[in-house]
């Protein structure tokens, strides 16, 4: 049983930063792909970041260059350091890992920032 839990959410000023973390119950090694997706009020639910099992990293046009993705395979943690957070980067985050064709899900973590 995978169990994805997200931490690290909270509210922020605009131009402030933030770390969410995901922390797998299992280890991450194995996985092909994970990252983070965002849905806010009203929106669907958008990819913001993955990296590969590679560690080959993609994101969002939005947030390039303010947002890094990382992963701690020592630790099952899956990283998203957030900086110079806008106002429209308001919305709940998921955590998602994706392992044999099935995919994971965090329960989210609610990033609100003020401007």
């Known amino acids: 049983q995978v169990q994805l839990v997200e931490s690290g959410g909270g509210l922020v000023q605009a131009g402030g930063s933030l770390r969410l973390s995901c922390a797998a119950s299992v280890s991450i090694f194995s996985f092909y792909a994970m990252g983070w997706y965002r849905q806010a009020p009203g929106k669907e639910r958008e990819l913001v970041a993955r990296?590969?099992?590679?560690?080959?990293?993609m994101y969002t046009d939005s947030v390039k260059g303010r947002f890094t993705i990382s992963r701690d395979n020592a630790k099952n943690t899956l990283y998203l350091q957030m900086n110079s957070l806008k106002p429209e980067d308001t919305a709940m985050y998921y955590c998602w890992m994706l392992r044999d064709a099935f995919n994971y899900w965090g329960q989210g973590t609610q990033v609100t920032v003020s401007s």
């Open positions: 990296i590969s099992s590679a560690g080959i990293t």
